[in-house]
């Protein structure tokens, strides 16, 4: 049941997130920056300058991912206590002065934020308790392939004994035994 709300939260995740803000009462997460047109002839910075200054920006974060295609550039970065691989911070930088155009922390985004994109995200894939929520995790999944194959199994089981039984009481079927006695 768990994996089935948390699922459905993911995949409507805008919803979600405006629901959780309105109980919440906490501010929207402002949309990434739009895209820009590139300026003619400026010479973009240098992609170490780039993450140092999303390094800064973000203190006690680092760099996961960078997306140097487009403008702004985007730097997914991650706080030791992220439970998800990439981190949930972003930091876009303009490409040529390396300003900081939007800046969203997984530490301080708004509460409606943080429930949907972060909280929900590390129930839904186990990472809230670490290795053993992982296991547990891992185990259900795997159940679920096994219930696909029992669940039917059992149907089939119960309705092959009902026909038999149906047959039985209705006389169409002769009970094998007393056959057998006067053969």
């Known amino acids: 049941m768990i994996f089935s709300v948390t699922a459905l939260v993911i995949h409507w995740e805008g919803?979600?997130?405006f629901i959780a803000d309105r109980l919440t009462h906490?501010?929207?997460a402002p949309p990434y920056p739009p895209a820009q047109q590139p300026v003619p002839g400026a010479i973009p910075l240098n992609p170490d300058r780039l993450l140092s200054i999303a390094e800064r920006s973000v203190l006690g974060a680092q760099a996961t991912m960078m997306q140097l295609a487009g403008s702004p550039i985007r730097i997914a970065m991650k706080y030791p206590e992220d439970g998800t691989p990439a981190g949930r911070t972003n930091v876009f930088l303009d490409p040529y002065t390396g300003k900081v155009v939007?800046?969203?922390?997984?530490?301080t985004g708004p509460l409606g934020f943080r429930i949907v994109?972060?909280?929900n995200r590390e129930i839904h894939t186990g990472d809230i308790g670490g290795l053993p929520t992982r296991i547990?995790?891992?185990a259900i999944s795997l159940s679920l392939p096994l219930?696909?194959?029992t669940g039917p199994l059992i149907w089939w089981n119960r309705r092959s004994k009902g026909r038999s039984q149906w047959a039985i009481k209705s006389g169409t079927v002769e009970d094998a035994t007393a056959s057998s006695k006067y053969s």
């Not at 939007?102 to 530490?107: E, P, V």
């Open 136 to 138: 547990l995790a891992c």
């Open 15 to 17: 919803q979600a997130t």
């Open 147 to 149: 219930l696909a194959f």
């Open 26 to 28: 906490s501010p929207e």
């Open 117 to 119: 994109k972060l909280w």
């Open 102 to 107: 939007y800046l969203l922390s997984s530490r």
